[in-house]
T-cell receptor
């Protein structure tokens, strides 16, 4: 089983749509969780952290279900500029300290 | 500009060449990382440095040799690479490696081995 698993997509949605991505992780000892966004041929950028209580940042809502070991990202009122790859990222402690493990990413294409 | 600068942006090298990738961060962070991103694969952690000390080597072949002279600079020395080493190499930094902080990435070096 992959450490962090995501549906690669692509998700093709019309502008204004609501789209949801899910991600599962295998290490139950994982401590913190993030969504990153990566544009084509660019570096990943932190989109938001994910908390057990759920958190919202504008049109973006992230949820964590520790019991089921999955993380979700909801994007409302999609914009063309939301087109990117969304990376699910899980942080756990290793012998060397903090370690981020990345999913392969889910590609989103928002169309007119 | 993210505060993490990588040079060069692009590099083409032959299998017998020796080259180095450079990363510099201006964020006052104490942990720095090298990641490899190949097509259709997740980012793979290569090395972790925390307060200039290497704390993780993720079974990386010896043809990749990291160097961290201080908390702001990180190098990746390359020699006798293989074509399958062609990838995007990303440097990242965080406050320190012992806490659950997100990372700030540089723009990456796109490496092609011919």
């Amino acid at each position: 089983r992959k450490e962090v698993e995501q549906d690669p997509g692509p998700f093709n949605v019309p502008e204004g749509a609501t789209v949801a991505f899910n991600c599962t992780y295998s290490n139950s000892a994982s401590q913190s969780f993030f969504w990153y966004r990566q544009d084509c041929r660019k570096e990943p950028k932190l989109l938001m952290s994910v908390y057990s209580s759920g958190n919202e940042d504008g049109r973006f809502t992230a949820q964590l279900n520790r019991a089921s070991q999955y993380i979700s990202l909801l994007i409302r009122d999609s914009k063309l500029s939301d087109s990117a790859t969304y990376l699910c990222v899980v942080n756990g402690l290793t012998g060397g300290g903090n370690k981020l493990t990345f999913g392969t990413g889910t590609q989103l294409k928002v169309e007119l | 500009e993210t505060g993490v600068t990588q040079t060069p942006r692009h590099l083409v090298m032959g299998m017998t060449n020796k080259k180095s990738l450079k990363c510099e961060q201006h964020l006052g962070h104490n942990a720095m990382y090298w990641y490899k991103q190949s097509a259709k694969k997740p980012l793979e952690l290569m090395f972790v440095y925390n307060f200039k000390e290497q704390t993780e080597n993720n079974s990386v072949p010896s043809r990749f040799s990291p160097e961290c002279p201080n908390s702001s600079h990180l190098f990746l020395h390359l020699h006798t690479l293989q074509p399958e080493d062609s990838a995007l190499y990303l440097c990242a930094s965080s406050q320190d490696a012992g806490q659950n902080y997100g990372y700030t990435f540089g723009s990456g070096t796109r490496l092609t081995v011919v």
